[in-house]
């Protein structure tokens, strides 16, 4: 499979890296704005280097390409791959809007190809281990799951453009809740029926740069997740409350469970973990492309931007929004009062 990389800020590298890991990958084309970026990740690999996407398909040199631009040009390169036989990896969040979410998976199913967004939170490591430690029934039911993460929106710590809701679709709920979102849901096992949000906008800037969010799930799990900005320590933090224990997981420490008591580490965090998770993720994509089933469905990757959404309309009015589904019949609500 022939890759090009469209935008290569960020994480364009790790997506390089993981090509280069790969039987039957090879980066061919990497494409920015800036010439002199896209050489940096293309020139190791020794790929072609290009200012203009559309000339990049237009060249035919890829087969399949990873979309790792601002969140609302994802559907217009998503239909043009799609409108040149290509398939997409698309960074989260999937789009800006449902409307756009929609038009992407239409002309992706017009032109058969495939379309895979990137929810990296399924291939880490610890994360993984969280999910074997959830569903190997030691714990029994998931009661409570609670998100914790700090980030950085103080004018000038990031690109422009993150602080253009045009462009962006928002703050620190779009580009740092989805990962919550995405992880707090998959593990939770079920979709998001109502929400509750708050938001603050710090520093000046014009986008939310806190915000907190209580999530009820289809099976009654309750979700609550912090974001903040300026933390006094950075934190990635997940809390899993369960009839007959809790684990706990941190990207810099790793996974532990404890059970009446006792506290067992289940996943040992490394530097590798990070780079691991995205060539699992690139191995992932390309099976798909070859007709395997992806990891995360294209349903759960379209609700994280509708849970989202929810959050925004739900800080807006203080009152909570309901989400199509509903709690499925006989399901206590934990801690309802």
Not at 84 to 112: I, S
Not at 171 to 187: E, K, P, Q, T, V
Request: charged residues 20%; contains cysteine; proline residues 3%.
């Amino acid at each position: 499979m022939r890759l090009g990389i469209i935008g290569a800020g960020a994480v364009a590298v790790l997506h390089a890296e993981g090509a280069a890991a790969l039987d039957g990958v090879k980066l061919t084309a990497v494409c920015d704005l800036q010439a002199d970026v896209a050489a940096k990740v293309a020139h190791p690999w020794g790929a072609a280097v290009y200012t203009d996407y559309l000339r990049m398909l237009d060249d035919g040199v890829v087969d399949a390409v990873v979309i790792n631009t601002p969140h609302s040009l994802h559907k217009e390169m998503v239909i043009a791959a799609a409108s040149h036989g290509v398939h997409a990896l698309v960074e989260k969040p999937m789009a800006t809007t449902l409307a756009d979410c929609v038009a992407m998976e239409e002309a992706c199913a017009r032109a058969n190809v495939v379309m895979v967004v990137g929810l990296i939170q399924h291939f880490m490591a610890e994360k993984l281990a969280l999910q074997e430690a959830v569903e190997s029934g030691r714990l029994g039911k998931v009661l409570l799951v609670h998100d914790y993460r700090s980030t950085d929106y103080r004018p000038g710590s990031r690109a422009g453009w993150f602080f253009d809701r045009a462009i962006s679709g928002g703050g620190a709920f779009i580009n740092i809740g989805a990962h919550c979102l995405d992880r707090s849901m998959w593990i939770g096992g079920a979709p998001a029926v109502r929400v509750t949000a708050a938001t603050l906008n710090r520093f000046g800037a014009p986008v939310e740069t806190d915000g907190s969010m209580e999530v009820l799930l289809a099976n009654g799990v309750q979700v609550r997740i912090t974001i903040v900005s300026d933390a006094p320590r950075r934190v990635d933090e997940m809390l899993v409350v369960c009839e007959n224990g809790t684990v706990t997981v941190d990207p810099r420490s790793g996974t532990f469970v404890e059970i009446d008591g006792s506290l067992t580490q289940v996943h040992s965090s490394t530097g590798a973990d990070i780079q691991n998770a995205f060539t699992a993720q690139l191995k992932d994509f390309a099976a798909a492309v070859d007709g395997a089933a992806p990891a995360v469905a294209g349903a759960h990757a379209k609700h994280v931007v509708e849970v989202v959404l929810a959050a925004y309309a739900a800080a807006e009015s203080g009152e909570p929004v309901q989400l199509g589904g509903s709690v499925a019949p006989g399901v206590a609500l934990q801690g309802a009062r």
